[in-house]
Nanobody, 116 residues
Framework: VQLVESGGGLVQPGGSLRLSCAVS????????MGWYRRGPGNQRELVAV???????TYAESVKGRFTIARDNADNTAYLQMNNLKPEDTAVYYC???????????WGQGTQVTVSS
C-alpha cells in the first residue's frame, strides 16, 4: 500500500492550502485515516484523524481552522487548512490503518511553509 501526499507549499499567514493523500488501496473501511505533522525541532504530532466509528479528533491548535475529509470513491483523504499561521509550518504526513489489520501505513510527507 502506498500513500502519496500533495498540495503542500509556501503560503502567507492567513492563507489556505488543501493537502491530498492518495492511497493505493480502498479506504472505505479504514480504521483510521489521519494527518500528522513534524515541525522544525519538534516531534511528530497528531493534526486530525478520522475513524471508522465516525469520530474525528483535531489538535487543539488547529480546531476551527483545519478540516479532515475523505473521498472513498477515489481513495483520497484531504486536509483543508484555513487561516494558516507560521507555527503550522511543518512536514505533513498522511496515515492509513486498514480495519482489522495490524498494518500501519505512512506517506512520505509534504512540506507546508507559512511565511510572509
Amino acid at each position: 500500500v502506498q500513500l502519496v501526499e500533495s498540495g503542500g507549499g509556501l503560503v502567507q499567514p492567513g492563507g489556505s492550502l488543501r493537502l491530498s493523500c492518495a492511497v493505493s488501496a480502498s479506504i472505505a473501511r479504514a480504521y483510521l485515516m489521519g494527518w500528522y505533522r513534524r515541525g522544525p525541532g519538534n516531534q511528530r504530532e497528531l493534526v486530525a484523524v478520522s475513524r471508522s466509528d465516525g469520530t474525528t479528533t483535531y489538535a487543539e491548535s488547529v480546531k476551527g481552522r483545519f478540516t479532515i475529509a475523505r473521498d472513498n470513491a477515489d481513495n483520497t483523504a484531504y486536509l483543508q487548512m484555513n487561516n494558516l499561521k507560521p507555527e503550522d509550518t511543518a512536514v505533513y504526513y498522511c496515515r492509513f490503518i486498514p480495519e482489522g489489520s495490524p498494518a500501519d501505513y505512512w506517506g512520505q510527507g509534504t512540506q507546508v511553509t507559512v511565511s510572509s
